[in-house]
């Protein structure tokens, strides 16, 4: 199972990473797009859209769910280009992205708009909206948000005597819960303070702005416990499969996944953090109309549901849902029977504060 969102671990830290991409030179080596001339104000674009997005099992089931039926819908053919943020925010400050249309993260589209890397949407180009129903916090002047991946509770369902682990204070109490824990490192996510100041008593409305004093003297009370700190998706499953740890953070798609192998593992979504990840379109991108026309199909309610169907992710579209049977849509923890036991990630919070916890976090870690 790929990473749905590219920059999840290349994500760069605080405003100075981006700021610092200004001063980059020529990116010849990874491509500027010089045979891509701007064509966006042509009606119907280009034959081809560019698309920035993830390969693997991810990359696999877009194609299968999204880029197929729209190339045989509209005639024009999709081409995914898999590219890290500093070469792509280069060759758009040079006037010639690459791609057109950008999948990632939405945070992540935030400090691409600090660097004056997006196009402003036209919301009226956009007819899915209606349709889908996409909440209002997730659609912005730059970006509107297709689907979130969830944070959440892993742990071995042959470790406690057949209790079940119901919240973070639980993720904590490794003496009800006894064995070892995982946690991510800022190489993987965003450090995991609000799951400590949930397990701390501090209710999921009350979490912003941050504690952040109080989350980390909570996150020593389990520091000792803690026997890995993973960087990648995959590494929680692995830990959990050879019984390194009882209990993880995971993201939420990798349960399915560990299940199907046989692993004696089951999520527990109270407290679940969301990070929505969508749709933008770079500054200076050659088909502007095809970006349109390849966002407004990728937001329509049936082709998200059945993207769910190809790979486990959250539509944002809650109708999405419905066109779902009921095992398929309470697979997923965007179901409507557990989204009000999961929180928001306040993204404008975490651009303010993400270097500056992302340091004191390594200095704890190191201990």
């Known amino acids: 199972m790929s990473d749905p969102v590219i920059g999840r671990r290349t994500l760069l830290r605080g405003a100075g990473g981006l700021a610092a991409l200004a001063a980059l030179p020529s990116l010849a080596a990874c491509g500027t797009g010089t045979s891509r001339t701007p064509s966006g104000s042509a009606k119907g674009g280009g034959k081809t859209v560019v698309v920035r997005d993830s390969g693997g099992s991810y990359g696999a089931a877009l194609q299968k769910a999204i880029y197929t039926p729209f190339t045989q819908e509209t005639g024009i053919s999709v081409k995914v280009l898999n590219l890290d943020d500093a070469p792509l925010l280069a060759q758009i400050k040079q006037g010639r992205p690459q791609c057109d249309l950008i999948n990632n993260a939405m945070m992540s589209h935030l400090k691409y708009v600090k660097q004056d890397a997006l196009e402003t949407l036209d919301p009226d180009r956009v ?5 889908a129903k996409i909440p209002d916090n997730q659609i912005t002047e730059h970006a509107i948000g297709n689907s979130f991946y969830g944070q959440c509770i892993a742990y071995r369902t042959d470790a406690f005597d057949g209790k079940k682990p119901e919240s973070w204070a639980d993720f904590w109490d490794t003496k009800a819960f006894q064995g070892g824990r995982a946690m991510v490192s800022p190489d993987g996510d965003l450090p995991e303070l609000e799951f400590a100041l949930l397990a701390d008593g501090v209710p999921m409305d009350k979490l912003y702005p941050l504690d952040v004093d109080r ?3 909570v996150l020593t009370r389990l520091r000792a416990d803690i026997k890995k700190f993973w960087d990648s998706g995959p590494l ?6 050879r019984q390194e740890v009882s209990m993880s953070t995971v993201w939420d798609g990798r349960i399915a996944d560990l299940q199907k192998q046989g692993v004696p593992v089951a999520r527990q979504l109270n407290g679940m953090r969301r990070q ?3 749709y933008a379109i770079a500054k200076g991108a050659a088909n502007v109309d ?3 026309q390849l966002m407004d199909f990728s937001l329509r309610p049936e082709i998200q549901a059945n993207l769910a169907k190809a790979f486990p992710s959250n539509p944002s579209s809650p109708v999405a849902y419905a066109k779902l049977t009921e ?3 309470n697979a997923l923890a965007g179901a409507p029977k557990y989204y009000d036991k999961g929180f928001d990630t306040d993204m404008d919070w975490w651009l303010k504060n ?4 992302t340091k004191r976090w390594l200095e704890w870690a190191r201990g």
């Open 290 to 292: 095809g970006a349109y």
């Open 276 to 278: 929505f990840q969508g």
């Open 354 to 357: 993400e270097a500056a916890v």
């Open 327 to 329: 095992d398929q849509r």
């Open 236 to 241: 929680p499953g692995v830990l959990l499969s």
């Open 215 to 217: 989350a980390f003297k």
């Open 127 to 131: 007819k899915s909206l209606k349709s």
